[in-house]
């Protein structure tokens, strides 16, 4: 098919998809409505856990079974970056250059790292009561470990990011989430459920029974799962060269 | 007025469809997909939007206080934004993989197999 063909028949779906959706929109509970039934009974379910952060209810109590399969999602993903970025049999590795780094941007991202760090624990520590959680907190403190790159160059990087000690956290964290879960069914529960822990105080750190625990195995996950990541890239971007003679 | 948020999902999400169809660089299209996904997210926002709602977080309101948007599609939100950035992870680990083994990432160009 040509280039040209083919920009017809995608018009033309896409007209008649347009279409459909337009007409699908008009159909829906109007934006802003006040009849959320799900949305209720969510919050009142997570105001009986005694958890403030209704998201955190939702993802690590109320839906936890789904979380683990997003879990294993990202799990899967990193597995399948990792075998797809390896280093390939006509590749090899060059030792990276020490690069030049400005000297204010040095100071800034060595000045920012560690307070990116604590920020993202913050977020981590506090996704049962505020805003955030193992997922967004793991991914800022995954990422201000990569201020080292750009505040010294990569062989720093390397220095405070041993991938292998990464890459078996990541396995131990998607793992002590199972474990937790499992824990439910010998406390004679069922699988994940918030009945292990004693429910606490409402709005302090400890509350919502096992909501922070599962919370924090994520927020490992998630922080080894983004440095492999990157790594992987950083790797093929940085080290890994093709051999001249191919 | 009441659709406009409705309308900006679907036409976010041909939008993508579009450059998804007439890409000619395998990198552009792992963007226009990330652009189909955020589709959704604007779909599951507004589809949990309350008028005058505030975020269903009590830790600095009192319960009951003030009335706060559908936490169940914030949370599949969430789900969305981890599940996209780990499929566009994937993606590009292929774009890689496909640039050095065939020399270009152009879609066209990636018709005939090689062995």
Not at chain 1, 5 to 29: E, I
Not at chain 1, 97 to 112: D, H, I, K, Q, S
Not at chain 1, 228 to 245: C, H, K, N, P, T
Not at chain 2, 33 to 51: H, M, N
Request: glycine share 10%; aromatic share 6%; hydrophobic share 50%.
């Amino acid at each position: 098919m040509t280039r040209r063909a083919r920009l017809w028949l995608v018009l033309l779906g896409g007209a008649g998809l347009a279409a459909l959706l337009a007409a699908a929109c008009l159909r829906l509970p109007a934006f802003g409505g006040a009849r959320h039934p799900y949305g209720d009974r969510a919050v009142a379910a997570a105001l009986a856990r005694r958890t403030a952060n209704t998201i955190a209810s939702v993802n690590f109590d109320q839906r936890a079974f789904d979380t683990m399969g997003e879990m294993s999602i990202l799990f899967a993903a990193v597995l399948g970056c990792v075998v797809l970025l390896r280093q390939a049999r006509d590749e090899h590795r060059d030792p990276p250059r020490p690069a030049e780094v400005a000297a204010p941007v040095r100071r800034y991202a060595l000045l920012t790292l560690p307070v990116a760090l604590v920020t993202g624990l913050y977020v981590i520590a506090h996704g049962q009561l505020s805003p955030g959680g193992g997922f967004q907190g793991g991914v800022v403190a995954a990422t201000s470990l990569h201020l080292m790159y750009l505040g010294a160059d990569y062989a720093a990087l390397e220095r405070v990011r041993p991938v292998e000690a990464y890459e078996i956290t990541d396995a131990l964290s998607a793992s002590a989430y199972l474990v937790l879960g499992f824990a439910g069914v010998l406390a004679g529960a069922a699988f994940l459920a918030n009945t292990l822990l004693p429910l606490g105080t409402f709005n302090t750190l400890s509350s919502g029974g096992v909501v922070p625990l599962l919370n924090a195995a994520i927020g490992m996950e998630v922080a080894c799962a983004v440095v492999v990541l990157l790594a992987r890239f950083l790797d093929q971007a940085v080290e890994i060269e093709e051999e001249s003679g191919e | 007025m009441h659709v406009l948020p409705y309308l900006v999902a679907a036409y976010v999400f041909l939008i993508g469809c579009y450059g998804l169809a007439t890409s000619r660089n395998l990198i552009h299209a792992v963007g226009c997909l990330a652009v189909c996904q955020s589709a959704t997210y604007v779909l599951l926002l507004a589809v949990g939007y309350r008028d005058g709602a505030t975020a269903p977080v009590f830790s600095d309101i009192a319960p009951g206080s003030r009335p706060v948007v559908d936490p169940v599609v914030q949370a599949l939100t969430l789900t969305d934004v981890v599940v996209g950035a780990t499929v566009t992870a994937l993606l590009l680990a292929l774009t890689v993989q496909i640039s050095k083994r065939h020399g270009t990432v152009d879609p066209d160009e990636l018709r005939e197999l090689r062995g």
